[in-house]
């Protein structure tokens, strides 16, 4: 069974600060997607990775997937309050078109 | 272009009642998915439609849940009856087909069984 464990699971940090926040699995993946969930609505997707060693870039966000494509990383330089919010990995099962997302990191940005 | 829409977005039910929600996705996308989302954690899988047909329910509870999509636009699922560790968001996602990876969520709606 492929599992995606992310961490940490909670982090609260000022504003400025930066932060990364891993998604790690047992498994290869074709491909890693990244997601923030803000209360009461549903996850909306940030990037996509494909590609052993990719890095991208959306503004602050840094999002980089790892060269053997079993974990991503997220980083965030200089959060924002507006950067609070559940952030989710996703990935398909092989050989299916089925996702499963990761446990979640739950980040609280302080003004 | 509309959002997915879901409804209702909050409904408090007692346990062994039935409970429907609605998903409308984006028009034009041919794949539909239900998953639920319990507090604090990702969303899992209950069911994935191409068009009408449910291509992957292995993980929708089919004692107790059951899910339509009639016409290959809108859906339903049920849950009948409610049991108190059914309490979650249930949200709703679309894509163009399957295979695209971009999925649109809806709002989701959270269901508290007493």
């Known amino acids: 069974t492929q599992l995606l464990e992310q961490s940490p699971q909670f982090l609260s940090i000022q504003e400025g600060e930066n932060l990364t926040v891993y998604c790690n699995s047992s498994?290869?993946?074709?491909?890693l997607q990244w997601y923030r969930q803000e209360p009461g609505e549903g996850p909306v997707l940030l990037v996509t990775?494909?590609?052993?060693?990719e890095v991208k870039k959306l503004k602050r966000l840094t999002f980089q997937f790892g060269d053997a494509r079993k974990d991503s990383s997220l980083h965030i330089t200089a959060a924002q309050p507006g950067d609070t919010g559940l952030y989710l990995c996703?990935?398909?099962?092989?050989?299916?078109?089925?996702?499963?997302f990761g446990t979640g990191t739950r980040l609280k940005v302080l003004a | 272009e509309a959002g997915v829409v879901q409804s209702p977005r909050y409904k408090i039910i007692e346990k062994k009642q039935p409970v429907a929600f609605w998903c409308n996705p984006i028009?034009?996308?041919?794949?539909l998915y239900w998953y639920l989302q319990n507090l604090g954690q990702g969303p899992e899988l209950l069911i994935r439609?191409?068009?009408?047909?449910?291509?992957?329910d292995s993980q929708l509870p089919k004692d107790r849940f059951s899910a339509e999509r009639l016409k290959g636009v809108d859906s339903t699922l049920k849950i009948q009856p409610a049991e108190l560790g059914d309490s979650a968001v249930y949200l709703c996602?679309?894509?163009?087909?399957?295979?695209?990876?971009?999925?649109?969520f809806g709002p989701g709606t959270r269901l508290t069984v007493l």
């Open positions: 996703a990935g398909p099962t092989s050989g299916t078109y089925k996702y499963i």
């Open positions: 439609y191409e068009n009408e047909e449910a291509v992957d």
């Open positions: 990775v494909v590609t052993g060693g």
């Open positions: 498994s290869v993946f074709s491909s």
């Open positions: 996602a679309s894509s163009s087909h399957q295979g695209q990876d971009t999925q649109y």
């Open positions: 028009s034009g996308h041919n794949t």
